[in-house]
């Protein structure tokens, strides 16, 4: 690719990337709020006070507000940025994976599920039911335009949702819980048997490095959501995972 074309776009998708990331945040806080999140403008979570637009433009207000509000001075989450730019990020990632096509807007859609999916599972150990079927109809639509393999995603659903069974049923819901299994499902859709095998076992690579280092500092009653790494390792292994299958192969 052209290297000013490659520019361009990728700059294009971060920009878009943190706008959409700002919605995300909207859509995470407002639903654990019990709030609609298409309605009513946006407050500082401290004061109240309605925010004006120069304080809504994503990643620059909060570095250049210090990320505290701009009347009552009081720090604000930087869960904000962290999800901005992790969004203007993997936008920017998925742009070069698929260039400009139907098939980038439609991966956009299930990284930003997947992106809310890992925020609100961190923040309060939930995963909601309504969030994993908008990334079942995302899923669906990926593989419309894409190829699909019948046998492979029916297994695929089997295979994520009966081993998330599996857990659950082992340690009484003390490992797992029941919306890691409906995740577990859809993930199996969207990736198929194959791929979805290699996202359980990057996942369960990325939690181990996590969690390990928390239960030897003696963190070891401390309660870690298992979604976000779920999330994050099916998004990896969905974009990449043939060339980190070919990678692993080369360096056995």
Not at 5 to 13: E, I, Q
Not at 125 to 143: G, K, N
Not at 153 to 163: D, F, K, N, R
């Amino acid at each position: 690719m052209d290297q000013t074309l490659l520019l361009s776009g990728s700059v294009v998708a971060l920009v878009l990337g943190a706008m959409v990331g700002s919605f995300l945040n909207v859509v995470v806080l407002r639903t654990a709020a019990h709030r609609s999140f298409v309605a009513g403008r946006s407050r500082c979570s401290h004061c109240g006070r309605t925010l004006s637009w120069y304080e809504l433009i994503p990643v620059g207000s909060f570095i250049l507000l210090g990320g505290k509000c701009r009347t009552c001075k009081k720090t604000l989450s930087v869960q904000y940025l962290l999800v901005e730019v992790i969004t203007a990020t993997a936008f920017a990632l998925v742009w070069m994976r698929f260039g400009w096509s139907l098939m980038t807007v439609a991966a956009w859609l299930v990284t930003s599920i997947l992106i809310i999916i890992a925020v609100y599972d961190a923040r309060w150990s939930l995963i909601p039911d309504s969030f994993t079927m908008a990334l079942a109809v995302a899923a669906i639509s990926v593989l419309v335009l894409g190829s699909i393999d019948i046998p492979s995603t029916i297994l695929g659903i089997a295979v994520g949702a009966g081993l998330f069974t599996l857990q659950y049923a082992l340690s009484r819901g003390a490992w797992v819980g029941s919306g890691d299994i409906l995740l577990g499902g859809v993930l199996g859709l969207l990736l198929g048997w194959r791929l979805m095998l290699g996202a359980l076992g990057v996942s369960y690579i990325l939690g181990a490095l996590t969690t390990i280092p928390i239960f030897l500092r003696g963190g070891g009653k401390q309660m870690i959501a298992f979604g976000p790494f779920l999330a994050l390792g099916s998004w990896v292994v969905w974009l990449w995972g043939a060339e980190l299958w070919q990678w692993y192969l080369l360096h056995l």
